[in-house]
C-alpha cells in the first residue's frame, strides 16, 4: 500500500513537471520564472493540509489518548515543517528577481514564517522531554494552537496592505486565470499531497516500529 | 523581464533535493531499525543456545557419576537402592501407612 502510494506520488510530480515546463504558458509580466508557482504553491497548500491533519489528530489524542493519533501528528509535523520550510525558500528564490528582494517583512511572509518556527519548535518539544506520554499531550496542545495561524496566513493578504499577490486558487470565485495554468497548479498540488501522505505514512510505520523496538 | 532560468532551476533543484534527502532519511532509518530488531533476536537466540548448553554441563557431571557407579556396582545393585518397599495391598506405592508424613 505505501509502495503503491510511493509510485502514484512519483507519477504524480513527474506529470506535474511536464505540466508545469510543457503545457503552462511562458507568463507575460514575469517570463519563465512564474514557473516556481507551480512547486511554491503546492508545498504551502500540502503543508496546510499537514498542519490541519496534525491539529485533528492532536485533538483525538486529547480525547482518547490514542497512540495512533499520536504517530500520525509527530510524522504530520515533520512532513509539514520540511513542505512550509521549501514553501518560504522557494518563495524567497521567486521573490528575488521579481521584488528584486530575498525576503521582506511583509504581512504574508511574516505570518507564515511564524507557522514554520512555530511547527518546528512541535518537533523540538518532542525532542526535549524525556516521558513520552508528557511530550505527547504537550505537543498535541501546541499542534492545536499553533494551527490557528493557518487562517492567518491565509487572509493576511486581505487584511493587511501586503506586497504578496491574494490567493491563486483558494479564494472568493474561485479561479480566474487561464485552464493552461490552472491544471498544471492543481496536478502539482495533487502529487504534492500524495507525496505528503506517501511520506506520512511511511513515517507512521516507523514510528511504530521504533515504539515496538523500545518496548 | 528576462526569464530567470537560474532561480526556475535554483527552486525545483532545491526541492528535488530535500525531498530526496528526506526520502533516502527514512529509507536509512527503516534500513536500521530493520538491523536492530534482526541483531536483537539474533543475540536471542544466542543466550538460548548459550543457556541450553550450560544447562547441559551442569547435568553433565551426575550423569557421568552415574554411570561411573553402574559400572562400580552393576546395574542390579544400583536398581535395588533406588526401589520402593513392596505394597501389601499390590498397589505400586507404599501403604499410606507406611508413608512418612509431609514436611513443610
Given amino acids: 500500500m505505501v509502495k503503491t502510494l510511493g509510485w502514484v506520488a512519483a507519477a504524480a510530480l513527474a506529470a506535474g513537471l511536464v505540466m508545469a515546463f510543457g503545457v503552462a504558458p511562458r507568463e507575460v509580466t514575469q517570463g519563465n520564472v512564474q514557473r516556481i508557482m507551480y512547486v511554491h504553491v503546492p508545498l504551502i497548500l500540502a503543508s496546510y493540509v499537514a498542519f490541519v491533519v496534525l ?15 499520536d504517530r500520525l501528528a509527530h510524522a504530520s509535523g515533520e512532513v509539514g515543517v520540511m513542505f512550509v520550510g521549501l514553501g518560504i525558500a522557494t518563495g524567497s528564490i521567486w521573490g528575488k528577481p521579481t521584488w528584486g528582494a530575498w525576503w521582506t517583512w511583509d504581512a504574508r511572509l511574516t505570518s507564515v514564517a511564524i507557522l514554520f518556527v512555530m511547527y518546528l519548535g512541535y518537533l523540538l518539544l518532542r525532542g526535549t522531554i524525556d516521558d513520552p506520554e508528557r511530550a505527547a499531550r504537550y505537543c498535541a496542545v501546541l499542534g492545536i494552537v499553533a494551527a490557528l495561524d493557518i487562517p ?10 501586503t506586497l504578496h499577490q491574494p490567493p491563486s486558487l483558494m479564494k472568493p470565485g474561485g479561479f480566474t486565470g487561464s485552464a493552461s495554468i490552472l491544471w498544471p497548479l492543481l496536478i502539482n498540488l495533487l502529487a504534492f499531497v500524495v507525496l505528503y501522505a506517501y511520506f506520512v505514512a511511511r513515517r507512521v510505520r516507523l514510528l511504530r516500529a521504533e515504539a515496538e523496538a523500545a518496548a | 523581464m528576462p526569464d530567470n532560468w537560474g532561480f526556475v532551476a535554483a527552486a525545483y533543484g532545491l526541492t528535488a533535493a530535500v525531498l530526496l534527502i528526506y526520502w533516502r532519511r527514512l529509507a536509512k532509518k527503516e534500513r536500521e531499525l530493520e538491523r536492530l530488531t534482526a541483531g ?37 545393585r544400583l536398581t535395588a537402592e533406588r526401589s520402593r518397599e513392596p505394597s501389601r495391598t499390590g498397589h505400586p506405592r507404599p501403604d499410606p501407612d507406611s508413608r512418612p508424613p509431609l514436611q513443610q
Fill in chain 2, 40 to 76: 536483537r533476536s539474533r543475540s536471542a537466540e544466542r543466550s538460548r543456545d548459550r543457556l541450553t548448553a550450560e544447562q547441559s554441563r551442569e547435568r553433565l557431571p551426575a550423569e557421568q557419576s552415574r554411570e561411573r557407579l553402574t559400572a562400580e556396582r552393576g546395574p542390579e
Fill in chain 1, 152 to 161: 492567518l496566513v491565509h487572509f493576511s493578504v486581505y487584511w493587511w496592505r
Fill in chain 1, 55 to 69: 491539529a485533528l489528530a492532536s485533538l483525538v489524542y486529547l480525547i482518547r489518548r490514542d497512540a495512533g493519533a
